[in-house]
């Protein structure tokens, strides 16, 4: 079965740091690009970041850069999103996403996991 | 990195179709031809049902399709039906490895 799951969401303080995996079945994470999307509660989707298929490319919203860092474990067929410095405002439901192609649509979502930064 | 500008929100009778916009810049919708649509139910995950501005993905009904004009893409709804009451975003390739989305449309079946 061809999914994503999501997974490390959880409650965190400002300042603190998050690690988020996505693990990928029915097909390799190395033929196409992933990305992260995220989802303010009760706002809209904010793309985060993306990685090529060579697994090191990687690009991030001006929102997280030099805060989150995107890599991918091969082995493991999983992505991985590490949050660092988080913000009150970095509070959403992160998706992972699969790229089409490059620059295309996104054709397969997971879940999502809820990360809450919060005093 | 500007978000896409969507009406917040649209309807239509069930049987009826209605047309959501989507307004961009020559960076982003006007520069490229990879706009898509996304349906999202409360809860649940986005779904990919317009890509490439006008095609559909196996399994969405014909009912929906996709056009774009200059910096505004749009996403028509013909034959609205009870099931089409959801959420709708549209995305775009922005250039320099980044991508965009608007802000989201509430379509309400009357």
């Known amino acids: 079965q061809v999914q994503l799951v999501e997974s490390g969401g959880g409650v965190v303080q400002p300042g603190g740091s998050l690690r988020l995996s996505c693990a990928a079945t029915g097909f390799s994470l190395s033929i196409t690009g992933m990305h992260w999307v995220r989802q303010a509660p009760g706002k809209g989707l904010e793309w985060v970041a993306v990685i090529w298929s060579n697994g090191r490319t990687t690009f991030y919203a001006d929102s997280v850069k030099g805060r989150f860092t995107f890599s991918r474990d091969d082995s493991r067929n999983t992505l991985y999103l590490q949050m660092d410095r988080l913000r009150v405002e970095d509070t959403a439901v992160y998706y992972c996403a699969r790229e089409r192609k490059p620059f295309d649509a996104f054709d397969l979502w997971g879940e999502g996991t809820m990360v809450t930064v919060s005093s | 990195q500007s978000a896409l500008t969507q009406p917040p929100s649209a309807s239509g009778s069930p049987g009826q179709s209605v047309t959501i916009s989507c307004t961009g810049t020559s960076n982003d919708i006007g520069g490229y031809n990879y706009v898509s649509w996304y349906q999202q139910h409360p809860g649940k995950a986005p779904k990919l049902i317009i890509y490439?501005?006008?095609k559909r993905p196996s399994g969405v009904p014909d009912r929906f399709s996709g056009s774009k004009s200059g910096n505004t893409a749009s996403l028509t709804v013909s034959g609205l039906q009870a099931e089409d009451e959801t959420d709708y975003y549209c995305h775009s390739y922005a250039g320099s490895n980044s991508w965009v989305f608007g802000g989201g449309t509430k379509l309400t079946v009357l």
């Open positions: 490439e501005v006008t």
